[in-house]
T-cell receptor
């Protein structure tokens, strides 16, 4: 069974640009979560989608947005990039986000903002 | 405010000895705790979890202990192996409540020396 796939693996952008990251969950998984990992802050929750609906959102500005498609694939978008947005963005999937369900993470997209 | 804290950024242990990684939390609503392991250039992988109704869970060389009164959990690895060298993240959730997402600590980098 294929794991969680994130594309692209690496991205270099400049301040002010926007970026779209993609995540394909494990087949059969309907919940997709996004996390930002930085050396200083660890993993921070961005948002979670289930059946194309955002169910939870972390404490990030509105420049960070996402969506989920009917096939459970998800994208996240960051507009007006800032230097501080440089981070590893991780996508995780689970079957339904029921109680006590663990997440399966992709390898992440490393975003560098210059 | 950091709800899940891993106060030791790094830990070095000799092969064959015990590794003890610690995690403290502040939110008494957390009812499920997980440990994830992360190698460089890969996403975190689930290691072991514990429900708040238990105080210990064991899986092979890995044991997680939960002390609810102290709001403290620890991961014991016995015996430690060089392949265990990675960053370990503690995570917590209140799936029964309103959060519905994992809150991660900043991680502890474990180095197991041969």
């Amino acid at each position: 069974k294929a794991g969680v796939t994130q594309t692209p693996r690496y991205l270099i952008k400049t301040r002010g640009q926007q970026v779209t990251l993609s995540c394909s969950p494990i087949s059969g998984h309907r919940s997709v979560s996004w996390y930002q990992q930085t050396p200083g802050q660890g993993l921070q929750f961005l948002f979670e989608y289930f059946s194309e609906t955002q169910r939870n959102k972390g404490n990030f500005p509105g420049r960070f947005s996402g969506r989920q498609f009917s096939n459970s694939r998800s994208e996240m978008n960051v507009s007006t990039l800032e230097l501080g947005d440089s981070a590893l963005y991780l996508c995780a999937s689970s079957i339904s986000r029921a109680t006590n369900e663990k997440l399966f993470f992709g390898s992440g997209t490393q975003l560098s903002v210059l | 405010d950091q709800q899940v804290k891993q106060n030791s950024p790094s830990l070095s242990v000799q092969e064959g000895r015990i590794s003890i990684l610690n995690c403290d939390y502040t939110n008494s609503m957390f009812d499920y705790f997980l440990w994830y392991k992360k190698y460089p250039a890969e996403g975190p992988t689930f290691l072991i979890s514990i429900s708040s109704i238990k105080d210990k869970n064991e899986d092979g060389r890995f044991t997680v202990f939960l002390n609810k009164s102290a709001k403290h959990l620890s991961l014991h690895i016995v015996p430690s192996q060089p392949g265990d060298s990675a960053v370990y993240f503690c995570a917590a959730s209140d799936y029964g409540g309103s959060q519905g997402n994992l809150i991660f600590g900043k991680g502890t980098k474990l180095s197991v020396k041969p």
